[in-house]
């Protein structure tokens, strides 16, 4: 079996399960937010009645991110909706806006608070909860209804996926980054390529990313519609979950041979920097013959490409630069926000270095990656060209519908930002 | 469920994702609040670009404005429909505006998921690509029992996948109730 089979079969209360196969899984770990909380409640209010418990309290976790530095009073009255509920039902891990426990944008908090653990299930309410396969996990996106369920009963069914086992050889080179690499498997396979299956990813060069550079490769395998993207957990994973791990965990390996739905070698120092044109994230093409591109903004920040590797990748090409274009950064979460002020790039702090560069950095949340309210900071409010490291880059996802969104590592968004035009990052670095 | 039914079609093409389904600015209305949820209804489909809305020729709103429900009650559209996030108010919004079903080559699965689990428009898919075969306007009838798809008027029949596994829940009209059903969770709360 491939590590997916075997993590769902051990939820299954199975010896075996094979792809294909529709079981009913014990859930570890609900997560939901300020967007999908409020109608999951309801629902669950609905079909379990007013005075229904949860499953149990231990395993939800709610971390408002989506709208959280908007007026918008639909927004404000849904982050009221949360603290109801958590009120009434006790839940204990409630990451509340506008308090010291706000933590910023889930995939990335649920990882620094320990709740991404090896050989675990994990359901929540965004279609980037498979970030959180980089750990070795079973994670995936579903809709309220399916969450309300899970909320009553702990149990939700699902079709076990064939695995696409991506194998990347040799090293990559210094100036490539994850975002490449996932925007290279994208350009290859489609938005459909991996529909309903696993993407399993592995290989010398996967072991040597660190946790955040691997999550923002499990994070786009949605975009590829796959189910869920998994790393099999190694020293980095362990290293990582040190101090953070909320409980004992199981680690899951796949077996040799296991079945797999295809097999995709690639020649790791092969890979270039990588942009996908619009409008979808399937449109990549090498950074450097997109170089007549000119844009109007540039955006760091998201699950994708709001973690501290990337500011850090960022601030190393922008350092002695400034930026050409109104630039936006919002960092994924608050620790995030404070290692910038704390790490350090030649005795210049990440953060200090990204301001002199003319950077204008928000506070953490999901910001403009999905638009959101009109008043949302780095939103594209019209007919904007935008050079982003998000995930995605459909007609409207950063907000007006006359807006394009090219999307790339942070590096080559640093390098771009600082021309004004699409830049491969080898011209500057 | 019920077996036929029948509506004008509202055609559309490829990768046709959630953000065009429901743009991510309108996610803050309630979906229980009877008056708030209309809005699901009147932005449904608004963020699909003007040209690709209504296909063949385009530029024809999915929604009138100042309605709040279409006069297109079937979705026809290309592959990959309902990639993106995994906001369930999309298949809701479309239920909202009165869609009763989505006839596409191929779905996103948190969608399709979503559609099937939360009965809110039933997920259906055809081997041939209908966006080429059905215009905008054009009177189609479904039926379930004979799995096909037949445009009214122009003597052209498709035929519709079959639900598989997911055909109980369908039937059932959702998770909730197939749950009950089988006796995996108890009675409607009173």
Not at chain 1, 344 to 370: F, H, K, N, T, Y
Request: proline residues 6%.
């Amino acid at each position: 079996m491939t590590i997916t089979e075997k993590i769902l079969a051990k939820h299954a209360g199975k010896k075996e399960v094979h792809a294909g196969e529709t079981i009913w899984v014990d859930v570890d770990v609900l997560l939901t937010h300020d967007v999908c909380g409020p109608p999951t409640f309801a629902i669950f209010r609905r079909e379990f009645g007013k005075d229904a418990r949860v499953w149990d309290p231990q395993k939800v976790v709610i971390i408002p991110d989506h709208y959280i530095f908007t007026e918008d009073p639909y927004a404000r009255r849904n982050l009221d909706i949360l603290r109801q509920f958590a009120r009434e039902q006790n839940l204990p891990h409630f990451y509340d806006a506008g308090t010291e426990r706000y933590r910023g944008v889930c995939h990335i908090a649920l990882a620094e608070e320990g709740f991404t653990l090896p050989g675990t299930v994990l359901f929540g309410t965004d279609s980037h909860t498979c970030t959180a396969g980089a750990f070795g996990l079973f994670a995936t996106g579903i809709g309220n209804t399916d969450a309300a369920f899970i909320l009553g009963t702990g149990k939700i069914w699902v079709k076990v996926p064939e695995t696409m086992r991506f194998v990347f050889e040799g090293q990559f080179p210094p100036y490539v980054q994850a975002k490449d690499v996932i925007l290279r498997i994208l350009a290859d396979i489609g938005t459909d390529g991996a529909t309903y299956r696993a993407m399993e990813f592995t290989g010398e060069a996967i072991q040597q990313l660190s946790m955040e550079e691997r999550m923002t490769l499990t994070n786009m395998a949605v975009e590829a519609g796959a189910k869920n993207g998994i790393i099999e957990p190694d020293d980095v994973t362990y290293e990582y979950l040190k101090n953070r791990a909320r409980h004992r965990f199981e680690p899951e390996f796949s077996d040799h041979p296991a079945r797999y739905f295809s097999i995709h070698r690639y020649r790791a120092d092969e890979l270039e920097p990588m942009v996908a044109e619009p409008h979808s994230p399937d449109r990549g093409t090498p950074a450097h013959r997109l170089r007549k591109v000119k844009l109007t903004r540039a955006y760091i920040g998201s699950c994708t490409g709001g973690k501290l590797a990337d500011f850090l990748a960022a601030a190393t090409v922008l350092q002695g630069n400034k930026v050409a274009i109104p630039t936006f950064a919002v960092p994924a979460t608050v620790r995030t926000a404070r290692k910038l002020k704390e790490t350090r790039l030649d005795g210049r702090s990440v953060w200090d270095i990204l301001e002199s560069a003319g950077v204008q950095i928000g506070p953490p949340s999901c910001a403009a990656c999905l638009g959101g309210p009109a008043d949302t900071f780095g939103r594209l409010n019209g007919p904007e060209i935008c050079i982003s490291t998000t995930n995605r880059n459909f007609p409207g996802r950063m907000g007006s519908k006359e807006s394009a969104v090219y999307l790339a590592s942070p590096y080559t968004v640093a390098a771009s930002a600082i021309r004004g035009a699409i830049t491969d990052p080898r011209d500057v670095l | 469920m019920k077996p036929a039914f029948e509506g004008q079609a509202f055609v559309l093409g490829d990768d046709i994702d959630t953000d065009q389904i429901i743009p991510a600015r309108h996610l803050v209305y309630s979906l229980e609040d009877p008056e708030e949820r209309k809005n699901y209804g009147r932005f449904c489909l608004s963020g699909v670009p003007v040209e690709q809305s209504g296909l063949p020729e385009g530029h024809i709103p999915f929604v009138a404005q100042g309605e709040e429900r279409s006069r297109f009650r079937i979705i026809i559209a290309g592959k990959n429909f309902g990639c993106g996030s995994s906001r369930e108010h999309a298949p809701f919004a479309l239920q909202m505006a009165g869609v009763l079903a989505v006839v596409a080559q191929s779905y996103a699965r948190i969608f399709y998921r979503n559609a099937v689990d939360g009965g809110f428009v039933i997920p259906l898919e055809t081997e041939a690509y209908l966006p080429a075969e059905i215009q905008t306007g054009d009177r189609v009838l479904i039926d379930l029992d004979e799995r096909e798809l037949r445009v009214l008027g122009r003597n052209k029949t498709f035929t519709l996948k079959p639900l598989g596994d997911v055909a109980r829940i369908v039937e059932a009209g959702g998770i909730f109730e197939f749950a009950r059903k089988t006796g995996m969770i108890s009675g409607r709360p009173l």
